[in-house]
T-cell receptor, first 111, second 115 residues
Framework: AQSVTQLGSHVSVSEGALVLLRCNYS??????LFWYVQYPNQGLQLLLK??????LVKGINGFEAEFKKSETSFHLTKPSAHMSDAAEYFC?????????FGQGTELSVKP | EPEVTQTPSHQVTQMGQEVILRCVPI?????FYWYRQILGQKVEFLVS????????KSEIFDDQFSVERPDGSNFTLKIRSTKLEDSAMYFC?????????????FGPGTRLLVL
């Protein structure tokens, strides 16, 4: 069965700094990988996904993630954090027709 | 693509009572999912529903839970005889197709509190 581990339940960065949120997965088959963001009092919004093809995936709001099979990782990055990026971020792997989520990482951005 | 809407946004109920959570798709989609998130824990899959039938359910989804699409539009999750540990955020999601490559679009959730 697939599983997802997000390293760091809380990450704090300064505005303008690099954002790096870590995600490692376990999967016995080629994985489908997703990053979702949850703003306060809102639902989960898809940031980006990897299914097949190019391993560097670009998403909304300047985020991107790179699928590294050898490291079983799908880390999320953004070159320059903005205050509006403060939210909770979830990495997920597809299993059958459902998503298996990580624990989530809360990102805070300091002015 | 637009998300689904969910009602109510918040519900408080007494232990042992039945609750019905509703998911209203913006357009006519066939694939629906329920997930829940207990405070401080992971988002967990409960059940997937296709063409008026359950296609997959997790071990969490026991006889206490049921899903249906009674009027062809709303998609409901019923929790019978609620327990304290049912307190959670419940999310509905939908896709256009049923494969995992399809993006699952989530609603804003219903926050359920069982007292």
């Amino acid at each position: 069965a697939q599983s997802v581990t997000q390293l760091g339940s809380h990450v704090s960065v300064s505005e303008g700094a690099l954002v790096l949120l870590r995600c490692n997965y376990s999967s016995s088959v080629p994985p489908y990988l997703f990053w979702y963001v949850q703003y306060p009092n809102q639902g989960l919004q898809l940031l980006l996904k990897y299914t097949t093809g190019a391993t560097l995936v670009k998403g909304i709001n300047g985020f991107e993630a790179e699928f590294k099979k050898s490291e079983t990782s799908f880390h999320l990055t953004k070159p320059s954090a903005h205050m509006s990026d403060a939210a909770e971020y979830f990495c997920a792997v597809g299993q059958g027709g459902k998503l298996i989520f990580g624990q989530g990482t809360e990102l805070s951005v300091k002015p | 693509e637009p998300e689904v809407t969910q009602t109510p946004s918040h519900q408080v109920t007494q232990m042992g009572q039945e609750v019905i959570l509703r998911c209203v798709p913006i357009s006519n989609h066939l694939y629906f999912y329920w997930y829940r998130q207990i405070l401080g824990q992971k988002v967990e899959f409960l059940v997937s529903f296709y063409n008026n039938e359950i296609s997959e359910k997790s071990e969490i989804f026991d006889d206490q839970f049921s899903v249906e699409r009674p009027d062809g539009s709303n998609f409901t999750l019923k929790i019978r005889s609620t327990k304290l540990e049912d307190s959670a955020m419940y999310f509905c999601a939908r896709t256009s197709g049923g494969t995992i490559q399809e993006t699952q679009y989530f609603g804003p959730g219903t926050r359920l509190l069982v007292l």
